[in-house]
């Protein structure tokens, strides 16, 4: 059974920094692509960043370009998202996610951005989510 594994959310003050971790237990294959989404309270998830694992091709939702940094570690089967300069609207739930299939990865990111949310949520394998609060 295939699992994803988010930890690293914290409460941080404006400014700061803060590195979390997705770990992938389960899987046969590699994931394709994995992606760091959030959902802020009250609002729907969004895109922050995504990775096609094979090229190392990375995307980023404008709202945190320049500022966070997603990578991967493949012999520990472990996805991150280097976060800094936080800032209080970064405030959010945040999940890793899983590409089903190359096809999909290909698909999904085939413009250069992370790609429709609906397509992941109903394709992709999730975690439960770790949180970060942002204070200013």
């Known amino acids: 059974q295939v699992q994803l594994q988010e930890s690293g959310g914290s409460s941080v003050q404006a400014g700061g920094s803060l590195r979390l971790s997705c770990e992938a237990s389960?899987?046969?294959?590699?994931?394709?692509?994995m992606g760091w989404f959030r959902q802020p309270p009250g609002k729907e998830r969004e895109g922050v960043a995504a990775?096609?694992?094979?090229?190392?091709?990375?995307y980023y939702a404008d709202s945190v370009k320049g500022r966070f940094t997603i990578s991967q570690d493949n012999a520990k089967n472990t996805l991150y998202l280097q976060m800094n300069a936080l800032k209080p609207e970064d405030t959010a739930m945040y999940y890793c996610?899983?590409?089903?299939?190359?096809?999909?990865?290909?698909?999904?990111?085939?413009?250069?951005?992370?790609?429709?949310?609906?397509?992941?949520?109903?394709?992709?394998?999730w975690g439960q989510g770790t949180q970060v609060t942002v204070s200013s």
């Open positions: 389960g899987y046969t294959d590699s994931p394709y692509c």
């Open positions: 996610a899983a590409g089903p299939t190359n096809r999909f990865c290909l698909d999904t990111l085939y413009y250069g951005t992370i790609g429709s949310i609906a397509d992941w949520s109903d394709s992709a394998d």
């Open positions: 990775i096609y694992t094979a090229g190392g091709s990375t």
